[in-house]
């Protein structure tokens, strides 16, 4: 299963960068999607969520910032990044937790670079 991911890359303080995340229908239509980061050194994070009906869940440290969508019909989910800080700069993941067992599969990951 493959999870495939677009945008991302460098961006200075301030700006915004849009992700997108494109899975086949059998895992979308019944997964939770996310979006999660890694930055060099620290422990790979939760950054959004969004379920099949449209619930959001985000890290309190992009609340106000960052926004998550998803279309149904193109099976894809979306990142909207505003507002960057040096301290977004991180490796970003896409992920799919297929339910009912939540089985989670990964993108390849993209580096999102924040300068200051």
């Known amino acids: 299963v493959q999870l495939v991911e677009s945008g991302g890359g460098l961006v200075q303080s301030g700006g915004s960068l849009r992700r997108s995340c494109a899975a086949p229908?059998?895992?979308?239509?019944?997964?939770?999607m996310g979006w999660f980061r890694q930055a060099p050194g620290k422990q790979r994070e939760l950054v959004a969520t969004?379920?099949?009906?449209?619930?959001?869940n985000y890290a309190d440290s992009v609340k106000g910032r960052f926004t998550i969508s998803r279309d149904n019909d193109k099976n894809t989910v979306y990142l909207q990044m505003d507002s960057l800080e040096p301290e977004d700069t991180a490796k970003y993941y896409c992920?799919?937790?297929?339910?009912?067992?939540?089985?989670?599969?990964w993108g390849q990951g993209t580096q999102v670079t924040v300068s200051s």
């Open positions: 969004i379920t099949s009906g449209g619930s959001t």
């Open positions: 992920n799919a937790k297929k339910l009912p067992f939540r089985l989670d599969y």
């Open positions: 229908t059998s895992i979308f239509s019944i997964s939770i």
